[in-house]
């Protein structure tokens, strides 16, 4: 058992936008797992140009029953090192979910929500609070009362692979971080902070209390300087993000070293783990790509499967957080259990996570089929 599990990170309505092709081309580099702000400009028309600072466009032709957005979507982070054009899609469907690093969290390890919403009166705070609810996620809501919820979205290329959130963000951007203090006052086995501003992950990770903690930073988390990740790092246990993300950290090699365990995920190239063993060694294990029978159906929620498998499998093989240190086995089974998780998770379209049974299963066949 892995104890009582606060989650503090975002819940959001996403709007999940499927299209037909890659969204980069393939030979730029593998598919976008990307997370970043945008604004919006909008405007009439039966197409969304999502456009980064260098200038790569996603012209996304929409269904005729899109509500919006329409018009253009500027990015705060580019996509990709080197401006790529226009690329033109088109989508294939759409769908309102539940979505948010914390919403996932909370549901993958049956742990308590932490996250803010606008007032009682928002629609969209209405919308997120039902699909919580629907879910059966506990749920303890920070409010901010002259803000709407924050939404997400979400462009998912399903089977090619990539997965672009774009998050247009109002109540975790105002929300005092005293606001969090009451919550953070109560002692848990396990505190996850995920995709939070950096000034409240900060106060959320160093708050005493919790046995374990697990930071999942989004690509904001790597580039937000106030304060940066550095300074944080010593209140984290395990930090699992994706390479895009943890190469878009420049002091990365300094924050690597203040961590009890570093996991870098890199969708089909498999995941790493970077930790010292109990003989005060530093070492690396790499894990393969769980294999799969068949091609994704989507990519949104791996990483969350990914790293929730991970917290589970450490806490019940008796992982001590507080020694620094583990030894080659529990991190290799802990890598295997959270790769095997993060291949089922592909097979959904819709908001959910495997059962212990179905990894079970899976880890035993030694693919999912």
Request: aromatic share 6%; net charge negative; glycine share 10%.
């Amino acid at each position: 058992m892995i104890g009582r599990v606060q989650v503090f990170g975002p819940a959001y309505l996403d709007r999940v936008l499927r299209v037909d092709h890659p969204l980069l081309d393939p030979d730029v580099g593998p598919p976008l797992d990307q997370s970043v702000d945008g604004r919006p400009r909008f405007g009439a028309g039966d197409r969304l140009d999502i456009i980064d600072p260098l200038g790569t466009t996603l012209s996304i032709a929409v269904p005729d029953d899109w509500p919006g957005p329409f018009g253009f979507v500027d990015l705060e982070q580019p996509l990709v090192k080197t401006p790529q054009g226009v690329r033109k899609l088109r989508a294939v469907n759409w769908r309102d979910d539940l979505g948010g690093m914390g919403a996932g969290f909370a549901a993958a390890l049956g742990g308590t929500l932490v996250s803010v919403l606008g007032s009682e009166t928002d629609p969209t705070s209405q919308e997120i609070t039902t699909l919580l609810d629907g879910q059966g996620i506990s749920h303890r809501c920070v409010r901010v009362a002259d803000q709407p919820a924050d939404w997400t979205l979400l462009v998912s290329s399903g089977e090619h692979g990539d997965k672009l959130a774009v998050g247009f963000r109002g109540c975790h951007a105002a929300l005092d971080a005293d606001a969090l203090k009451p919550t953070l006052a109560e002692p848990c086995d396990v505190r996850v902070v995920a995709g939070l501003p950096n000034r409240l992950a900060s106060v959320a990770l160093r708050a005493p209390g919790a046995r374990f903690r697990l930071f999942a930073p989004a690509m904001r988390n790597m580039v937000d300087r106030a304060p940066p990740v550095s300074e944080m790092a010593g209140a984290v246990d395990v930090l699992c993000c994706n390479r895009r993300e943890w190469e878009a950290l420049d002091d990365r090699e300094e924050v690597a070293a203040r961590l009890s365990i570093l996991v870098v995920t890199d969708g089909p190239s498999g995941s790493s783990a970077r930790y010292t063993n109990p003989q005060g060694d530093s070492r690396t294990i790499r894990e393969p790509a769980f294999p799969r029978a068949r091609p994704p159906r989507d990519t949104n929620r791996a990483g969350e499967a990914f790293a929730a498998r991970l917290v589970v499998t450490l806490c019940e093989l008796g992982w001590d957080s507080a020694s620094g240190v583990v030894d080659d086995p529990t991190i290799a089974t802990a890598m295997r259990r959270a790769s095997a998780a993060s291949a089922l998770v592909l097979d959904r379209t819709d908001f959910g996570f495997p059962t212990e049974a179905e990894i079970d299963a899976a880890t035993a066949r030694g693919c999912v089929d």
